[in-house]
């Protein structure tokens, strides 16, 4: 699996834009961009995903760089509950594999 | 969507005995479950892959003797930790994928995990 490279932390106000961002310059073309985040001694949870297009659902936004050498996580508005772990990891869905989980960033959510 | 449980959600034991850690798919059949192992401040690390009906498939450096993985049916998955030893407390989660074909064949769901303390 390609591998991805992520701040080890952030900080962002509460009711703030949050960009998270991930680069994985080595990634193949049947690569998808996934995002989990793990809260505080809980199983890691889906955020979301995408493959070459920008993606938005009721959590987050997913943009991705025309190259796809990059991606941000966007976190319209944080909340105190979003405060975890965030993991960019790269699978090809085609195989249904395991994911390779890196450090992610811890984001802090101050109030 | 997709939910995937895990009991106990803790465990406390001595040194020596053995612990089993259940993962189970509750709303969709899972071809392959994974077991992943937290150290604090870690990251996931993948323990195993384990297929139903067949034998697990261990990452380098986790001893097979001692985490015996079982994966009898397509909803239900078990992790026996045999004596442990306190070197082996950690938090350990495990994952689904659904069948392929199916709409979740692509994802993995998680469990809460199981936090184990060997004293």
Redesign the interface.
């Known amino acids: 699996d390609a591998k991805t490279t992520q701040p080890n932390s952030m900080e962002s106000n509460e009711e703030e834009p949050v960009h998270l961002p991930c680069n994985h310059s080595t990634i193949s073309g049947t690569d998808?961009i996934h995002w989990?985040r793990?809260l505080p001694?809980?199983?890691?949870?889906?955020v979301i995903h995408g493959l070459t297009s920008n993606v938005n659902n009721r959590m987050a936004s997913l943009a991705i760089a025309e190259d796809r050498k990059s991606s941000t996580l966007i976190l319209h508005r944080a909340t105190l509950r979003d405060a975890a772990v965030y993991?960019c990891i790269l699978r090809d869905?085609n195989y249904?594999q395991?994911?390779?989980?890196?450090?992610?960033t811890r984001l802090s959510v101050l109030p | 969507g997709a939910v995937v449980s895990q009991h106990p959600s803790w465990v406390i034991c001595k040194s020596g005995t053995s612990v089993k850690i259940e993962c189970r798919s509750l709303d969709f059949q899972a071809t392959t479950m994974f077991w992943y192992r937290q150290f604090p401040k870690q990251s996931l690390m993948l323990m195993a892959t384990s297929n139903e009906g067949s034998k697990a498939t261990y990452e380098q450096g986790v001893e097979k003797d001692k985490f015996l993985i079982n994966h009898a049916s397509l909803t239900l998955s078990t992790l026996t930790v045999t004596s442990a030893h306190p070197e082996d407390s950690s938090f350990y989660i495990c994952s689904a994928s659904g069948l392929a074909g199916d709409p979740v064949y692509n994802e993995q769901f998680f469990g809460p995990g199981t936090r184990l303390t060997v004293l």
């Open positions: 998808y989990y793990q001694s809980q199983g890691p949870e889906y993991y869905d249904g395991n994911f390779v989980f890196g450090p992610g």
